[in-house]
């Protein structure tokens, strides 16, 4: 019996410890290597080159305006400083390790400064809405930040997920039925077209074809004159 209580004792005893220093253990501050693209860059760990992408976070690719602007802020944020790495998904469609990271003496991660900046957008998707990107996203929409200052639409399908080409273009190019175009309408009826400060602002759906009655901002399914 006593060998029972001993041993019940000694299991408690490790766990209580291996809880404390799990808790109490620091995320390694470490150095970035370099920048591959905007929010894809490699890692030094205590062993291994590690690739990891900035989780939550879309930013325009090569072909696209404001990618170098990206590119930039990601490279004068990462190279030469020192960054904790939290990791957040294992590995997302490009097979790259989704991290949040935090800088040396910045209590924003570089996450939520790409949103805050414009140079990036919020993935609501891979993040789960995640509130403090969501908010973010909305104050840099409203201040036309970065991406949101440039009449281009950056999560536009390519490549096979494009749609076929129309067989009258010159007719179906002009209807908003076929041109790409998203609406956001919310659970109030109201419809926002993408460059209104309202749009994808609390509920609602994204809808080619809305219904319901037109913002007074931004125009609507109709847009200003």
């Given at each position: 019996?006593?060998?029972?209580?001993?041993?019940?004792?000694?299991?408690?005893?490790a766990w209580n410890q291996l809880c404390a220093t799990d808790g109490n253990q620091s995320?390694?501050?470490?150095?970035?290597?370099?920048?591959?693209?905007?929010?894809?860059?490699?890692?030094?760990s205590s062993d291994y080159l590690v690739r990891f992408s900035l989780w939550g976070v879309?930013?325009?690719?090569?072909?696209?305006?404001?990618?170098?602007?990206?590119?930039?802020?990601?490279?004068?944020?990462?190279?030469?400083?020192?960054?904790?790495?939290?990791?957040?998904?294992?590995?997302?469609?490009?097979?790259?390790?989704?991290?949040?990271?935090?800088?040396?003496?910045?209590?924003?991660?570089?996450?939520?400064?790409?949103?805050?900046?414009?140079?990036?957008?919020?993935?609501?998707?891979?993040?789960?809405?995640?509130?403090?990107?969501?908010?973010?996203?909305?104050?840099?929409?409203?201040?036309?930040?970065?991406?949101?200052?440039?009449?281009?639409?950056?999560?536009?399908?390519?490549?096979?997920?494009?749609?076929?080409?129309?067989?009258?273009?010159?007719?179906?190019?002009?209807?908003?039925?076929?041109?790409?175009?998203?609406?956001?309408?919310?659970?109030?009826?109201?419809?926002?077209?993408?460059?209104?400060?309202?749009?994808?602002?609390?509920?609602?759906?994204?809808?080619?074809?809305?219904?319901?009655?037109?913002?007074?901002?931004?125009?609507?399914?109709?847009?200003?004159?």
């Amino acid at each position: 019996m006593r060998f029972i209580i001993l041993g019940a004792w000694a299991l408690l005893f490790a766990w209580n410890q291996l809880c404390a220093t799990d808790g109490n253990q620091s995320v390694p501050l470490r150095e970035v290597v370099r920048v591959i693209a905007p929010g894809v860059f490699d890692y030094q760990s205590s062993d291994y080159l590690v690739r990891f992408s900035l989780w939550g976070v879309g930013f325009p690719k090569n072909n696209q305006p404001g990618y170098h602007q990206a590119l930039s802020f990601c490279e004068g944020k990462l190279l030469g400083t020192k960054v904790a790495v939290v990791v957040k998904q294992e590995f997302n469609k490009a097979n790259i390790k989704l991290a949040e990271v935090f800088l040396e003496n910045e209590s924003d991660s570089l996450n939520l400064q790409c949103i805050k900046s414009g140079v990036g957008w919020h993935d609501e998707v891979e993040s789960s809405r995640h509130g403090p990107f969501v908010l973010s996203q909305i104050r840099s929409k409203r201040a036309n930040l970065g991406v949101w200052s440039r009449d281009f639409d950056y999560q536009q399908k390519a490549g096979i997920d494009a749609p076929p080409s129309p067989i009258l273009p010159s007719i179906m190019g002009k209807s908003p039925f076929f041109s790409g175009l998203k609406y956001w309408v919310t659970t109030f009826g109201k419809v926002h077209r993408p460059e209104c400060s309202f749009y994808q602002r609390g509920r609602g759906e994204l809808t080619s074809r809305p219904r319901g009655s037109d913002c007074r901002i931004c125009g609507g399914f109709k847009g200003r004159d």
